[in-house]
Protein backbone atom coordinates (compact mmCIF):
# COMPACT_ATOMS: atom_id res chain seq x y z
CA UNK A 1 0.00 0.00 0.00
CA UNK A 2 1.54 3.43 -1.05
CA UNK A 3 1.50 6.25 1.88
CA UNK A 4 0.66 9.43 0.67
CA UNK A 5 0.77 12.78 2.85
CA UNK A 6 -1.47 15.40 2.35
CA UNK A 7 -1.12 19.04 2.60
CA UNK A 8 -3.10 22.01 3.10
CA UNK A 9 -2.86 22.80 -0.24
CA UNK A 10 -4.47 19.32 -1.38
CA UNK A 11 -7.35 20.29 0.92
CA UNK A 12 -7.84 23.53 -0.41
CA UNK A 13 -7.64 22.54 -4.44
CA UNK A 14 -10.59 19.62 -3.62
CA UNK A 15 -13.02 22.30 -1.90
CA UNK A 16 -12.57 25.45 -3.88
CA UNK A 17 -14.15 25.02 -7.15
CA UNK A 18 -12.58 28.56 -8.23
CA UNK A 19 -8.80 27.13 -7.13
CA UNK A 20 -6.70 26.58 -10.63
CA UNK A 21 -5.73 23.11 -9.61
CA UNK A 22 -8.83 21.81 -8.16
CA UNK A 23 -10.02 20.21 -11.31
CA UNK A 24 -6.26 18.22 -11.38
CA UNK A 25 -6.92 17.68 -7.55
CA UNK A 26 -10.48 16.20 -7.77
CA UNK A 27 -8.77 13.49 -10.18
CA UNK A 28 -6.27 12.56 -7.89
CA UNK A 29 -8.67 12.57 -4.94
CA UNK A 30 -10.63 10.10 -7.00
CA UNK A 31 -7.62 7.62 -7.83
CA UNK A 32 -6.21 8.09 -4.08
CA UNK A 33 -9.11 6.46 -3.19
CA UNK A 34 -9.99 4.38 -5.63
CA UNK A 35 -5.99 2.79 -5.40
CA UNK A 36 -6.21 2.32 -1.79
CA UNK A 37 -3.43 4.55 -0.76
CA UNK A 38 -2.92 5.54 2.52
CA UNK A 39 -3.48 9.00 2.88
CA UNK A 40 -1.36 10.68 6.52
CA UNK A 41 -1.76 14.72 7.49
CA UNK A 42 -0.51 16.17 10.67
CA UNK A 43 -2.71 18.31 13.49
CA UNK A 44 -1.19 21.16 12.26
CA UNK A 45 -2.04 20.69 8.65
CA UNK A 46 -5.50 19.72 9.77
CA UNK A 47 -5.87 22.86 11.73
CA UNK A 48 -4.58 25.51 9.35
CA UNK A 49 -6.49 23.39 6.56
CA UNK A 50 -9.80 24.08 8.62
CA UNK A 51 -8.25 27.95 9.53
CA UNK A 52 -7.98 28.64 5.56
CA UNK A 53 -11.20 26.85 4.59
CA UNK A 54 -12.70 28.56 6.80
CA UNK A 55 -11.75 32.31 5.95
CA UNK A 56 -11.65 31.22 2.05
CA UNK A 57 -14.80 29.31 1.87
CA UNK A 58 -17.18 29.33 4.70
CA UNK A 59 -18.71 27.56 7.56
CA UNK A 60 -20.45 24.69 4.41
CA UNK A 61 -16.50 23.86 3.02
CA UNK A 62 -15.27 23.45 6.53
CA UNK A 63 -18.55 21.16 7.74
CA UNK A 64 -17.25 19.64 3.71
CA UNK A 65 -13.73 19.60 4.94
CA UNK A 66 -14.58 17.78 8.64
CA UNK A 67 -16.81 15.08 7.77
CA UNK A 68 -16.16 13.99 4.66
CA UNK A 69 -12.21 14.31 3.28
CA UNK A 70 -10.71 14.71 6.65
CA UNK A 71 -11.74 11.23 7.47
CA UNK A 72 -10.17 9.74 4.37
CA UNK A 73 -6.64 9.92 6.51
CA UNK A 74 -4.74 8.85 9.66
CA UNK A 75 -3.79 11.95 11.41
CA UNK A 76 -0.27 11.68 13.10
Given at each position: ????????S???????????????????????????????????????????????????????????????????
Open positions: MKTIFIDTAFLAALDKGDRFHENAAKKWSLLANHRSELWTTDYVRLESWSLIQRRLGAEAVMAFQDDWLPLCKIH
